[in-house]
C-alpha cells in the first residue's frame, strides 16, 4: 500500500493490489481513499478458481474467508494479535526437519462476531523468523499441506513489498504531480504501465539486468538514438557503425 482524501495540504491514498507470485506483477489493482480499511479496499478482489492467496494480518477479514472456501481458494494469512479462538486439535509438529514450526493447530473462532462470519474451523500455524526474530502466527483454511509449506508461502509475501518499494524508489512515487483524485490515479496508472514495460523489457533481454540498473541505465539513454533489443542484450558493446550512401 501507498499510503485519506485528495487535498493540497495532507493526504493519503492506498492502492490494494492482488501481485502474481510468478511474474511479480499486478494482478488486480483497486485504488482506494487512506481511510478505507485494508479488507474493505480487498473486498472486490477477484478470487481464481483453486488459486491460493497470501495477505498480511490487516487483510484478516473472515467474510473473505468464507468466499475463498466457496471458490476453493487457499487463503494464508498472518492473524492478529488479539485473535480469539479454542484450540480443538494439536496437530503433530515435523521431528527430525522443519524445526523453526513451532505451533500446527485445528481452531475455531471464539468471538460472536467472529464466529458468526466464520463458523468453521480454521488452522493455525506458527514459525520462527530467524531472519527478523520473531514469531509469525498464521491461519489458513488448508489442511493439507506441510505446516513448514504455509509458513514459505507466508514468507513469499515479501514480493509485495519489493513491488511497492520499486515503485517508490525507482519510479519516484513518493509525492505527486497533481493532488486531484483524477491527477492521483493517473500518476499511479502511469506507474503500473512503467513497471510493466520495464519487466518484460527485463525478462527478453539476453543480459542479465536487475531492475534499478535498468531503470538507471535508461534515464541516462533516454534521448540516444539506439537500436533497443541490441543495447538491451549488450549494453556495454559499441553499436555497429552506420552505414553511409556514396553519391
Request: hydrophobic share 45%.
Amino acid at each position: 500500500m501507498i499510503g485519506a482524501k485528495f487535498r493540497t495540504t495532507k493526504g493519503a491514498v492506498k492502492l490494494h493490489t492482488l501481485l502474481d507470485c510468478h511474474s511479480s506483477l499486478s494482478h488486480y489493482v483497486n485504488i482506494t481513499e487512506g481511510k478505507i480499511a485494508d479488507n474493505k479496499g480487498a473486498e472486490y478482489i477477484p478470487l481464481t478458481l483453486g488459486s491460493v492467496v497470501v495477505a498480511d494480518r490487516y487483510y484478516n477479514d473472515f467474510p473473505l474467508l468464507n468466499i475463498g472456501d466457496s471458490n476453493k481458494v487457499n487463503i494464508v494469512i498472518r492473524h492478529e494479535i488479539n485473535l480469539q479462538y479454542r484450540v480443538i486439535k494439536e496437530r503433530e509438529l515435523p521431528k527430525n526437519h522443519a524445526q523453526h514450526v513451532l505451533v500446527d493447530q485445528e481452531i475455531e473462532l471464539l468471538s460472536v462476531q467472529s464466529h458468526a462470519k466464520y463458523p468453521k474451523k480454521l488452522r493455525r500455524v506458527v514459525v520462527w523468523d530467524e531472519k527478523n526474530q520473531q514469531t509469525i502466527e498464521i491461519i489458513t483454511n488448508n489442511f493439507t499441506w506441510a505446516a513448514q509449506t504455509i509458513g514459505e508461502l507466508y514468507k513469499a509475501r515479501w514480493q509485495v513489498e519489493l513491488f511497492f518499494r520499486d515503485i517508490k524508489q525507482l519510479l519516484h512515487i513518493k509525492t505527486f504531480i497533481g493532488t486531484t483524485e483524477n491527477a492521483v490515479r493517473i500518476q499511479f496508472w502511469t506507474a503500473l504501465i512503467t513497471i510493466l514495460i520495464l519487466t518484460y523489457l527485463k525478462n527478453i533481454a539476453h543480459f542479465k539486468w536487475q531492475l534499478s540498473n535498468l531503470v538507471a541505465f535508461i534515464r541516462l539513454n533516454c534521448f540516444v538514438k539506439i537500436e533497443l533489443m541490441l543495447w538491451l542484450n549488450n549494453p556495454f558493446e559499441n553499436p555497429p557503425p552506420k552505414k553511409q550512401n556514396l553519391v
